[in-house]
């Protein structure tokens, strides 16, 4: 006999309740609110995302109106109706809303508010990457110079490890120093695995805390922990939103050290599916040698690579130029074919690295 005791129950009520997050709000920070990763599935919301809407009030505070949707926000992030943007970035494993259109203020009232160490080091790393502290650090001169006193020379020792010789530069040397040197140490404590114990900024880290500790000035070193710090975080935030882009640095001992973007890019404008399916890889990169400087973009796809190069100096540019026929020979061997090549007199303008720079994130994770 049929019983209606077996038979399971549904109703819509689980479907009409609208779940919301549990907003942990940044310590000192007044302008952001961090959010958990799940909270941050449940709102749809992603790493690099721009959301604008309008503050409400709920009998448990203000929200953010958008898409349908409703974010809890901070008193402090704006009256009821105001219309602001939030910029949502990755920090620490979580997620952090931070506010784009800043109320303005004069500069009385920002001086009487002092920052905490949270909200100076988010400004930090909120930065462009930037590279003139690296740079600075890993000249060969700033090395020979830290060498030069016995309680830091085994540090120096640790640091060489991972840096490169131009004249006995191989491509299984640049691969190792990319995967060994702690571009990936972010990743690794974000997903809790336990990576290398030493890497470039270790090693930084424990030469900042021997030079303080001697009332030496560590200005400059902060500068470069800062730098390598934000190209680890950037990339991060490109993994996480499945995007292929590294952003790294090379030393070596005898040369400035030349620092590199590799980007994936699955190609605009394909003619055919098959081709679609290829991979293409963009590579920048650049040599800060004073008036000697240097930079290049590499395309690759299909065994073909298109090289351009800006060098500042005329006689660095004929150089280049003059090496075109090596360059041939050198990637014939590996099987690659050099479809174009173009040398650019001059700087390299800003407006050249609109590839990278779109898919940059504005703060690193």
Known sequence: MWSPALTPMYNLDPINQQARPNTVYVEGLSSAARIAPEQGRLLGLRAGQVINGIIAQRPEGNVLLFDNKALPLPTTMGAVGDRIGLQVVM??????????????????????????????????????????????????SALQSLTQQPELRPLIQQLGQFLLSSDRLQGDDIRRLVERSGLFSEQLVRFSQAGAGLSIKSVMIELRRLLHASGSDTTR???????????????????????????????????????????????????????????????????????????????????????????????????????????????????????????????????????MSAQRLNVDV
């Open 221 to 355: 070193l902060n500068g470069a922990i800062d730098e390598i710090e934000a190209r680890q975080i950037e990339t991060l935030g490109h993994q996480l939103q499945r995007q292929t882009q590294l952003s790294w640095l090379l030393p070596f001992h005898d040369q400035p050290p030349v620092f590199l973007q590799i980007g994936y890019d699955r190609g605009a404008q394909p003619e055919s599916e098959r081709e679609q399916d290829r991979p293409s890889w963009r590579i920048d990169m650049s040599v800060p040698w004073g008036q000697k400087q240097i930079s290049l973009n590499v395309h690759y796809a299909q065994e073909q690579v298109s090289l351009k190069v800006w060098a500042a100096s005329p006689e660095v540019a004929e150089q280049v130029q003059s090496g075109e026929s090596q360059l041939r020979r050198l990637l014939q061997r590996a099987g690659v074919g050099l479809h174009n090549f173009t040398v650019f007199p001059g700087v390299r303008p800003d407006g050249s690295n609109t590839q």
């Open 91 to 140: 920090l620490g494993g979580n997620l952090i809303a931070r506010r784009l259109n800043e109320p303005k203020t004069n500069n009385a009232e920002r001086a009487q508010v002092p920052q905490s160490a949270g909200s100076v080091r988010l400004s930090r790393l909120s930065a462009d990457v930037g590279q003139l502290q690296l740079a600075r650090f890993f000249s060969p």
